[in-house]
């Protein structure tokens, strides 16, 4: 009966060491996906930085113009010419 706990509690032992490598095997492939998904998220990242960066520079650029136009039409018009068209 000894024996047979013996090699009930061996048995148990392999399936519990088998089970332990599993979840390290999982475990590093999960680490491998996530890391991953980290790179790709923080090249989306940067590539979004960069648009954004463009984007704004040819808002201040487009800004600057009009700002630009806008004085030019008042100065037009301070010094009694008529409107533009008239």
Do not use: H, P
């Given at each position: ?64 113009v ?14 009694g ?6």
């Amino acid at each position: 009966m000894e024996y047979a706990a013996l090699l009930s509690r061996d048995s148990i032992a392999c399936v519990n060491k088998g089970n332990l490598e599993e979840i390290i095997t999982t475990a590093n492939e999960n680490n491998v996906r996530l890391r991953k998904k980290l790179d790709l998220v923080k090249y989306e990242k940067e590539k979004v930085s960069k648009y954004i960066c463009v984007y704004c520079l040819e808002i201040w650029q487009t800004l600057n113009v009009l700002i630009l136009l806008a004085r030019m039409y008042f100065e037009y018009f301070a010094n009694g010419k008529q409107g533009i068209g008239a």
